[in-house]
């Protein structure tokens, strides 16, 4: 004989134990919101760039410029506060999944008690005030009500409070690798000072210079209050961090060798030098690239995480593309000579945590010492490298070729840039190409938009932006194009020589001359020099941009220019 089976329980028990758990989940859920909102906050606090304590110590740097004590108290709080920031992130983080669950139980509860509410009238119900059958409908819209608010108050609350994020985020400035965000020389600010002069006797909107310990190509790269670049000799490599509103020279860190590590080379060529690649920071770390093909990954204090070693390239002009970020990785493209048959050449992923290896692409391609760039697709993300004979486009997350482009020649040294829906590719022997960035495999013949074939650059990187595109070739021509038609808008002699890439910062072009001459050109359809001044040193380096700011790495010197300084 079968025992009966559990009665169920009364729809009134069902609904009142909903109802109490679906209030019980609107608190929960209400609380979770405040606590984000609160965390939030103290998030923000903790952000070092203006925190007051540190604003006034490093006006006391400034006035004891050879103090000890000082930069060490600026780190020892920089990492209290590193560390509270830290925190907060992972409430913040642990704050949404709780707030996610909160809301989850709320639906189900209430989506229960609704279902078992009485569907008559209930005549005892005349007789008294409150009928306690009635009260889990009622609960459930209040409850309705209230999530209701809830989600109302996070779709409002939330995009509110992340649009303060960013603009928090961008008030500080970030340009965190060469030529800044996407690889373009286009600051995201216009602000910064138009005539600048760092000679002495003639000093213009100097905030100050600072001596670089060991000599560098590198450009300098920018994370809020920490300014990173490397310098090195045959047999010294070092990372720097420098203070970005004072010039201090936080940390100098030696690189330490790591596995595959390799000596030399010996000599290099001097136009390139041990330490030519700009590092690349996403703010908790730094990465740099060395001559004997050292990648190594420092924290923000200073402190080596790992170093793996890539070998010596085998080029004639030595190892000169910078290293980039791409989610979790870190990319770094190393052609080389062909040897005996030999595919050399390789785009390499690391993992930007540990240094290992993620992925290797071999490429049928001679030496080239342009920076890949990401750009963003109708088909996804890519990673769009030059190098002769081809322009390629990578799968950021596999290594796989997805496209490429026969269009190039020589020594490759220009960078590639995106914009207007185009990517530019150039080099000095092959016309700049507009080539649309869609398609699969060979798109030689069908995704060129134009070409150009007068005043190409061979070492400076193209500029494009406001619907233009700049070649500065080293001889110091200058050729401005319509970025859509490739037609010839204007041209200038500029009769200096350069290296450094051309920037873009609101509507000015800033260019400099490997003396030293920093020219500010108009952004426009004609050509107008708005301001010159000069770094009073020698430059081959690319500038860097923060909020009101412009950064120079002269042969000597860091120079940081601010309008107002003096």
């Not at 010596?312 to 062909?338: F, H, K, M, R, T």
């Not at 020219?519 to 020698?538: C, F, N």
Request: glycine share 10%.
């Amino acid at each position: 004989m079968t025992a009966p089976a559990a009665a169920p329980a009364p729809p009134r028990v069902r609904r009142q134990a909903a109802a109490g758990v679906a209030a019980v989940a609107l608190c929960f859920a209400l609380f979770a919101v405040a606590e984000t909102v609160l965390t939030w906050r103290e998030r923000e606090e903790t952000r070092a760039i203006d925190h007051p304590y540190l604003v006034a110590r490093r006006a006391d740097l400034a006035r004891e410029p050879g103090s000890t004590a000082i930069p060490a108290e600026i780190r020892r709080e920089e990492q209290a506060l590193r560390a509270r920031f830290l925190v907060a992130e992972r409430r913040l983080a642990a704050g949404g999944w709780l707030l996610l669950a909160g809301v989850g139980v709320f639906a189900a509860a209430a989506k229960i008690a609704l279902a078992a509410r009485p569907r008559g009238p209930v005549p005892a119900a005349r007789d008294f005030g409150w009928d306690p059958d009635r009260a889990p409908s009622f609960l459930g819209r209040a409850s309705l009500a209230g999530i209701a608010a809830l989600l109302a108050g996070t779709a409002v609350g939330l995009p509110l409070l992340r649009e303060r994020s960013d603009a928090v985020e961008s008030a500080r400035g970030t340009w965190a690798r060469f030529r800044g965000a996407g690889g373009l020389g286009i600051s995201p600010y216009s602000d910064a000072p138009l005539a600048v002069d760092a000679r002495e006797g003639e000093e213009r909107n100097l905030r100050w210079k600072a001596v670089t310990p060991l000599p560098g190509l590198s450009s300098p790269v920018v994370w809020n209050e920490r300014v990173f670049l490397t310098g090195a000799t045959a047999s010294t490599r070092e990372v720097y961090c420098y203070d970005a509103l004072t010039g201090a020279l936080l940390w100098r860190r030696p690189v330490g060798a790591g596995p595959a590590s390799a000596t030399g080379p010996e000599s290099v060529w001097e136009e390139t030098g041990y330490a030519a690649p700009t590092p690349v920071t996403d703010g908790a770390h730094v990465w740099a690239l060395f001559a004997n093909g050292d990648v190594v990954c420092l924290d923000v204090f200073g402190q080596q995480r790992w170093c793996r070693g890539l070998g010596v390239p085998e080029n004639l002009y030595g190892l000169a593309a910078s290293p980039i970020l791409s989610g979790e990785l870190l990319i770094v493209q190393i052609d080389q000579e062909w040897g005996a048959g030999e595919t050399r050449s390789a785009l390499v992923a690391l993992s930007a945590a540990t240094g290992e290896v993620a992925w290797r692409t071999p490429r049928d391609v001679e030496s080239s010492w342009p920076t890949p760039i990401p750009i963003e697709t109708p088909d996804g993300p890519r990673i769009l490298t030059c190098a002769n004979p081809f322009a390629i486009a990578y799968d950021p997350a596999s290594g796989r070729e997805v496209w490429r482009a026969d269009c190039l020649e020589g020594d490759g040294g220009p960078s590639p840039v995106f914009a207007g829906g185009l990517v530019f590719v150039v080099n000095a022997g092959s016309p700049l190409t507009a080539l649309r960035p869609d398609g699969e495999g060979d798109v030689t013949d069908s995704h060129v938009a134009w070409r150009w074939e007068e005043g190409l650059p061979d070492v400076c990187s193209p500029l494009a932006g406001e619907g233009l595109v700049w070649l500065l070739a080293s001889d110091g021509h200058l050729t401005c194009l319509d970025d859509a038609t490739g037609a010839r808008v204007w041209e200038h002699d500029l009769e200096r020589s350069f290296y450094s890439s051309p920037a873009l910062a609101g509507d000015r072009v800033y260019a400099i001359s490997r003396k030293g001459e920093i020219l500010v050109i108009a952004a426009a359809r004609e050509y107008r020099e708005l301001a010159r001044g000069h770094l009073g040193e020698e430059c081959d380096t690319s500038p860097a941009f923060a909020e009101k700011r412009l950064y120079v790495r002269g042969r000597r010197h860091l120079f940081c220019f601010q309008e107002g300084a003096r």
